[in-house]
């Protein structure tokens, strides 16, 4: 199975969002031919009905099963309340041939912050009952720290508890945005992993807009990470959940990925 994980894309009329790039990506993107499109929040910048009605249009060029959960900049401004007429419940499980995908929303009105609850916990709950499935757990805000993305902020309130059923339950993969950099790590038997922005201007550094690519085959999970600017792609991490092996390219310098 092959998933496209892209975040961040900020669709407005004003400088968040860079159409040229977003058109470079979508291409870039289809060529992958994803199985599934996991889009991890923030589609617009204001949560404004004309973002909404935008970044629809815009959504439809993306080819593909898609799942989709808010951002907290898609909850401003009643944006809330707009979200599921435009694309569906924030909170679901869906099942996606031997991959269950548990999308929630971190995301509350007119706030950066973020957090589950136990509802959500819930959901987690039972999104791992299919034991011979692959479980992926998506939402937008972060759960750890990310590495260069500036002073630590907006980690969602209750993020220990929300770890502690990932891990206890071997969950295998968790998918995040909102921190605008790409990043990935083995935390126990859980893979957590990180998209950068695809479409938005505000950049870190040399980071510049890209999105992962995640292979999942015979339970072995291996990200790739495409810089959509230069075209190029590059292997993050390798890692299989049944026996441990694990190769990060950030971290395993005498073993980086080509």
Known sequence: MRIAHISDIHVNEGGDFNNKIFEKAVKLLNKFEADLVFISGDLTSYGLLSEYELATEK???????????????????????LFPEFFGNTDFIRYFGNCTIVGLATSEPDTDNGRLGRGRHRLITRGIQRKKNLTCIGFHHHLIPIPNSGREHNIINDAGE?????????VQLVLMGHRHVPY?????????????????????????????????????IVVTVVDIEKEKRQKMVRFNPDDGCYINRYYNAEKIID
């Open 162 to 170: 929300t770890l502690d059923i990932i891990l206890r339950n071997n």
């Open 59 to 81: 959504i439809t060029q993306i080819q593909g099963r898609k799942a989709i959960v808010p951002g907290n900049h898609d909850e401003k401004n009643l944006g809330y309340k």
């Open 184 to 220: 990935a790590v083995k935390v126990h038997n859980t893979l957590l992993v990180n998209a950068g922005t695809f479409s938005c201007n505000r950049t870190r550094a040399y980071f510049g807009n890209t999105f992962n690519i995640i292979d999942i085959k015979n339970k072995e």
